[in-house]
């Protein structure tokens, strides 16, 4: 890596009430369960930190699941290892996720004094019918309140996590929820806008083999995100991402590092790490994990040149600020013709890609496809 620097991701596996359409390596537990599990935490982030010497941490980002389900102690216990076994930039990025009804205000006080400085809360929904049916745990009105007390706990950089395509939804309720948000005062600086994606294995995905999920139809659903572009852009928010709007300056540094392909290292059952162009896992086994935290998980996998272009490629095509031709070049010592000139010719051609100066990006109409774009740029 160029610039050394590091981002760390630390897995809470906690909620208060699995959500009907998640396939996130997150379950309801008790007490007892959740110091265990912070306990073992704990131990790994200190006997791997050692690998991480070198390395200046730039961001942190504490996800799940519901991290803020654990006691306050539990999360400034967690930063306190952070700070004292790793080398923590002093202009960090620290981000937390949150539900509503999960916090009050001595909660977010502390959160604050342990050096959290950026909230990301799950909304989905300004409509409670939606929400009940998502099987959220929070009504709109308690979305509100939690979000109040952000505020006035002095967090000024703060994400929503909103859905679309919802059970049920129609354009001009999902209208409601965009506008919801720029009327709160002040309105969020990041706003994460994704369509939902019904995943196997979850009560969604059988409820949808059964015929029984009346999921608004692809016109619709193409409406919806046309008009979060719209919305969002005439209230100043770039768009910086698929499915991420910021107020300048306010873009989130930890997914930019994913996007970009920085070095990172995840700590808690199922979290993935990307360190010297190695890609690994820990153990999606919460008992195993708590018994032996630092065991082995996945087997390395050592990423090889070709798989190094695909993933810089495939990820960085995401953002709306595409590829620089001198980056990959000052990468791979060849250029983005060299490796991809008819997959890039092709999509020219086709309006999905713009390569002028240097410079690969995609289209609008690009970014509608982006799957079937970014699909042909695997070996």
């Not at 930063?79 to 977010?108: G, S, W």
């Not at 294995?201 to 619709?220: I, S």
């Not at 930890?254 to 790490?273: C, K």
Request: aromatic letters at 10%; glycine letters at 8%; hydrophobic letters at 35%.
């Amino acid at each position: 890596m160029t610039d050394r620097f590091l981002e760390l991701y630390v897995h809470i596996p906690f909620c208060i009430r699995k959500c009907d359409y998640c396939d996130f390596l997150s379950a309801p537990a008790g007490h007892e369960i959740r110091k265990r599990y912070v306990g073992a935490l704990l131990t790994e982030l200190k006997g791997r930190s050692e690998e991480a010497r070198d390395r200046k941490v730039c961001s942190v980002f504490l996800g799940g699941g519901t991290p803020s389900v654990l006691d306050a102690e539990d999360i400034e216990n967690i930063l306190t290892v952070i700070r004292r076994e790793y080398c923590l930039c002093p202009d960090a990025e620290i981000t937390m996720e949150c539900n509503p009804a999960t916090v009050d205000a001595e909660k977010l006080k502390r959160y604050r004094s342990a050096g959290i400085n950026r909230l990301s809360i799950g909304l989905q929904s300004a409509s409670d019918r939606e929400l009940e049916r998502l099987g959220r745990i929070h009504t709109f009105g308690q979305f509100l309140e939690t979000y109040r007390l952000v505020r006035e706990a002095g967090f000024t950089n703060v994400n929503v996590d909103i859905m679309s395509a919802l059970p049920g939804q129609s354009l001009s309720s999902y209208e409601k929820t965009l506008k919801a948000l720029l009327e709160l005062t002040p309105p969020p600086e990041h706003i994460s806008a994704y369509s939902l994606m019904v995943e196997e294995g979850t009560p969604f995905y059988r409820l949808q083999e059964e015929g029984k999920l009346d999921l608004p139809g692809e016109e619709e659903e193409r409406l919806m995100y046309y008009r979060t572009r719209e919305l969002l852009g005439q209230a100043g928010y770039g768009r910086y991402e698929i499915s991420n709007y910021a107020r300048p300056g306010y873009e989130c540094r930890h997914n930019m590092g994913y996007w970009t392909r920085r070095e990172y290292l995840g700590f808690g059952i199922g979290a993935a790490s990307l360190y010297r162009e190695t890609r690994f896992s820990n153990t999606a086994d919460r008992e195993a994990y708590m018994e032996a935290p630092l065991a082995a998980g996945s087997e390395p996998q050592i990423l090889t040149a070709e798989e190094q272009m695909e993933e810089t490629l495939f990820l960085g095509l995401r953002l709306m600020q595409g590829i620089w031709d001198k980056d990959f070049r000052e990468k791979f010592h060849c250029g983005l013709m060299d490796v991809y000139a008819p997959v890039i010719d092709r999509n020219q051609k086709d309006g999905l890609l713009v390569y002028q100066n240097g410079h690969l990006y995609l289209t609008d109409r690009g970014i509608d496809l982006s799957n079937y774009v970014l699909a042909q740029f695997l070996f």
